[in-house]
Structures are given as structure tokens and as C-alpha cells.
């Protein structure tokens, strides 16, 4: 899937590109670093779980931002403007080694470090203004509390966070 530039969201594009702004600044490495790649040189983010594209995936840590879920409420009497709620996920994975590597972080560590570099971007007053002139306004963060998903050979580190907007637009094209 091909991640659109980064642009204003209205009512013909809020699907794809509410996704792809949120995408796009997180997938900036100066707001939020690889720990296993300084240069960003490998894939860091995906829009599905990449475990899904194989059994043998061991590029983690990984961020996945699936695609949006809408919430839409029709408020004015000619039903021309709605209130439109949507909430896009990011799901942050990492991963401990049951046979140490030497240098390599523990997978609650990288899980904290890079869930503070979103948190830190998310919450950024010029990312803030940014995500407000592309028409996403009015932003609240949740997080899940962390699940831990034992593998034959490593332990799964897993923190989700919802992003969710909430606005009014027109919604009759």
C-alpha cells in the first residue's frame, strides 16, 4: 500500500489521507528513532502486522498503523454538516531474545523509548498546529496497558495507542 504525501483531510479523503498524515509523521526518524537502525534505513513502519506477510519476520521493533475507524453523527437539520469522529491505532512491537544478543536493548526498554518518541511527537505544539492546519483537530491520546505475547524464542512486548479526532465537516459532496 502506497503511503500518500502528507495534505489536508476533508470528507472525500479522510480515509486515506488522515492514515497517511499520521503515517508520515511518525515515520519521520528525527520524531521517532529506530533503535535498531540510527540511519533509517530499514522499514520501521507498516500498516499491517508484518508477521502476517510471514512466519520467519524478525525485524523488530516495528510501529503498524492499520487503517482508520469513523464514527460519523449527522448535527445539522439539513443533514449537510456531521460531526465526524475517527480514531487511528498505532501499535508499537518489540521483542526480548531468549538467546542474548550483545547490545541489544530489552524488548520492555525499546517498547518505553519508542512509545516516548510518539507520545513526544503526538503532543509536539508544532506537530500539533501541523496535524490542526491538515484539518485534524481536536486530538486525544490513549494508551492500552502493555500485553506480552510468549514465542518459541522471544518474548513479544505490545503497546497500543488510539488516536482519536473529532470534528465537524460538511459531509454532502
Excluded: C, W
Aim: glycine share 4%; hydrophobic share 35%; aromatic share 6%.
Amino acid at each position: 500500500m502506497a503511503i500518500a504525501a502528507s495534505a489536508k483531510v476533508d470528507y472525500s479523503n479522510l480515509f486515506s489521507q488522515s492514515h497517511a498524515n499520521i503515517f508520515n509523521l511518525l515515520n519521520n526518524r528525527s520524531n521517532v528513532s529506530d533503535p535498531e537502525d540510527s540511519k533509517g534505513n530499514r522499514k520501521f513502519l507498516y500498516v499491517r502486522e508484518p508477521r502476517d506477510l510471514g512466519t520467519n519476520f524478525t525485524g523488530f521493533p516495528v510501529i503498524i498503523i492499520p487503517p482508520i475507524e469513523l464514527d460519523e453523527e449527522v448535527v445539522t437539520l439539513d443533514g449537510n454538516k456531521a460531526t465526524v469522529e475517527f480514531s487511528i491505532m498505532v501499535r508499537i512491537m518489540t521483542k526480548d531474545h531468549n538467546v542474548p544478543r550483545t547490545g541489544t536493548a530489552s524488548g520492555a526498554e525499546v517498547l518505553n523509548t519508542i512509545s516516548n518518541d510518539v507520545l513526544k511527537t503526538l503532543n509536539n505544539e508544532t506537530n500539533r498546529k501541523t496535524l490542526r492546519n491538515q484539518g485534524m483537530k481536536k486530538i486525544k491520546i490513549v494508551s492500552t496497558p502493555t500485553t506480552y505475547e510468549e514465542t518459541h524464542d522471544s518474548m513479544m512486548f505490545v503497546r497500543e495507542f488510539e488516536l482519536r479526532f473529532s470534528q465537524i465537516t460538511k459531509v454532502v459532496v
